[in-house]
């Protein structure tokens, strides 16, 4: 399984992600799901990827050789993020299409799902999820993170804290916060994680950082996060009847 | 949708769930989740329950007309808690059966899981989960919560906070807590909210309390629980570049 986070902010955008990957729980691998192009100057992209591995690490050869090759659609000749985004679904529904018969005929599902953030010249920051169909949706002012994968166990804290005028790095303390409680309750998700930060204008991601379990600063926030809940926690309001 | 969360505590149990069922977003209504048996002095039962509508009210009929018949099996009859969670269990299969051609040619689901909480005479207090197909499992002291329905979302929090030796209060706070962070990322699941508190030995429940999104108790747990999150979200430490 997979646990990845994108969240538009006003001026940023903070991506994170898992680097557990799985093909029955016997087999437990390590793979960077945070995939960053910056093809020419004034133009980053940065993708994550979640469901078939073989699926999105052929979008990723095709997208490099797509610009390597210079051919009519690639990362270089996009005028928006909306066409990078229609871009990179396509290549995603022509790379299932390539082993969708074989996969079907052997019960695999070779579907992947994508989130796409960067920038394009002067256009703004912004963030799309792709479907294994293709198509995609952007972020809202009222909605300013997108999930794949193992989304539920850190929506809560997200739904709960997160506002598009933070700062990057406070959005990026928020995403460790959602994915550690993804993998303490979901084993396949897990440490190292990967956060890289971009502000507007940066066109290069403006950090990139990994921590494992040990890290000292992940193993520090966990504390703080876990220490602040149990304090919360024992302060909470008693019932009427217990005073 | 549903949530319904038990909690076996070392002296007591805890139940807790949501009260909205809807059968499509336009189609929302209110029904108790949490039943309870007290059929003979000395055994209590309290069943929580998800999926299915009408399924869950033929089994709570059944349950009922078992007991006036004086079937040969019945809540009265049971010597120890596990043998009602496979007689409710065989219920819940036959009532689904009694329905499943019909519903499968509409391609409805008529299955029903369910949590069976209790005690009978000496034995100790103790919780069951029991699947639409019959067969049931029990909490562990390493899992001491039980969760049907939307279970993800109110979930990290319990992973993070639950213990066995909290107090009944402490973990029916904990419970309110897990279904406001369901409730408010899954708008199919919601207030008000019940909360069953059993002391062991009692053979009833000990209290019983309903919560609406505006009981002021309700609402202060929320307001403590938010206003403290954001704290130590706050006061979470820094980047090492942000030094």
């Not at 739904?159 to 700062?167: F, P, V």
Request: hydrophobic share 40%.
């Amino acid at each position: 399984m997979t646990y990845c986070l994108a969240v538009r902010l006003d001026h940023a955008l903070v991506f994170a992600s898992d680097t557990r990957t799985n093909a029955g729980v016997d087999y437990i691998t390590y793979y960077s799901k945070m995939h960053v192009f910056a093809p020419a100057p004034g133009r980053l992209f940065v993708i994550l990827s979640a469901g078939n591995l073989a699926t999105t690490q052929q979008i990723l050869d095709w997208l490099r050789r797509d610009l390597e090759q210079g051919t009519e659609e690639n990362l270089n000749s996009v005028r928006y993020l909306f066409e990078a985004a229609q871009y990179v679904g396509r290549v995603n529904r022509r790379v299932q299409e390539t082993h969708a018969d074989a996969l079907s005929r052997s019960g695999v599902n070779g579907e992947a799902t994508l989130i796409l953030g960067g920038q394009v010249g002067e256009e703004p920051h912004g963030l799309y999820m792709i479907y294994p169909q293709g198509n995609y949706i952007a972020t809202s002012a009222a909605t300013p993170f997108l999930q794949i994968g193992e989304s539920k166990y850190g929506k809560p804290v997200l739904d709960r804290l997160l506002r598009s005028d933070l700062s990057m790095e406070d959005a990026a303390r928020l995403a460790l916060v959602s994915l550690e409680a993804t993998a303490r309750s979901n084993i396949t998700v897990g440490p190292p994680f990967e956060i890289g930060l971009y502000r507007s204008g940066d066109y290069d991601l403006t950090r990139r950082v990994r921590y494992d379990f040990d890290s000292p600063y992940y193993a520090g926030l966990q504390n703080a996060w876990q220490e602040g809940l149990t304090t919360v926690f024992r302060g909470l309001p008693k019932f009427e009847w217990e005073e």
